[in-house]
């Protein structure tokens, strides 16, 4: 079964960092990209940027530089978004999805993790 | 960028009902790469459409999807009760963006 497992929720403190995990199986890790997606409380989607399984390089968005890692770990198949010096505004929900490129063009979005819940909270 | 507005913002009707979902891209969309997803309440987003009017697998066939210009419509010809949901556009063709979202909720 073709899923992503995310990690569970975190509460944090303003000015900490966080580490949120997401586990591909049953499909090879590297076929596919994986982006992130952020939903803040009763708000749309944002996408974050993603990042190339090959060669390991992420690609942020306008508003997701500086604070924001996107890494990999392929002998676990896991990808990590990491969010550093925490405030209150990072309180959202994160997703990660994968994404297939071949020839330069690239797909929706087609499976998704459960997300993960971020609260940062004093 | 390519900005999507999606409308209404929020759509009462009733289970059997036709819902029409509209989202408008802000330039053309090459290729038609647009993706609807359906998400409900504490749910990640599950993908429904993509290409415009290509049914994800599994979707039923009460959903359809259709492109004119940089106008873009998500169709469901009956609706169920577990239909009731939020659902975003996507474009993937320059970058990706997310619409707004469209609320279906019970009249």
């Known amino acids: 079964q073709v899923q992503l497992v995310q990690s569970g929720p975190e509460l944090k403190k303003p000015g900490t960092s966080v580490k949120v995990s997401c586990k591909a199986s049953?499909?090879?890790?590297?076929?596919?990209?994986i982006n992130w997606v952020r939903q803040a409380p009763e708000q749309g989607l944002e996408w974050m940027g993603w990042i190339n399984m090959y060669t390991g390089n992420p690609m942020y968005t306008e508003g997701f530089t500086g604070r924001y890692v996107f890494s990999l770990d392929t002998s676990v198949s896991t990808a990590y978004l990491q969010i550093t010096s925490l405030t209150a505004e990072d309180t959202a929900v994160y997703y990660c999805?994968?994404?297939?490129?071949?020839?330069?063009?690239?797909?929706?979005?087609?499976?998704w993790g459960q997300g993960t819940l971020v609260t940062v909270s004093s | 960028e390519i900005v999507l507005t999606q409308s209404p913002g929020t759509l009462s009707l009733s289970p059997g009902e036709r819902a029409t979902l509209s989202c408008r891209a802000s330039?053309?969309?090459?290729?038609?790469?647009l993706a609807w997803y359906q998400q409900k309440p504490g749910q990640a987003p599950r993908l429904l459409i993509y290409?415009?009017?290509n049914r994800a697998t599994g979707i039923p066939d009460r959903f359809s999807g259709s492109a004119s210009g940089t106008d873009f419509t998500l169709t469901i010809s009956r609706l169920e009760p577990e239909d009731f949901a939020v659902y975003y556009c996507q474009q993937y063709a320059a970058s990706r963006t997310f619409g707004q979202g469209t609320k279906v909720e019970i009249k």
């Open positions: 999805a994968r994404h297939y490129c071949s020839g330069g063009v690239c797909s929706d979005f087609d499976i």
């Open positions: 049953g499909y090879t890790f590297t076929t596919y990209a």
């Open positions: 330039q053309s969309v090459s290729n038609n790469f």
């Open positions: 290409g415009a009017s």
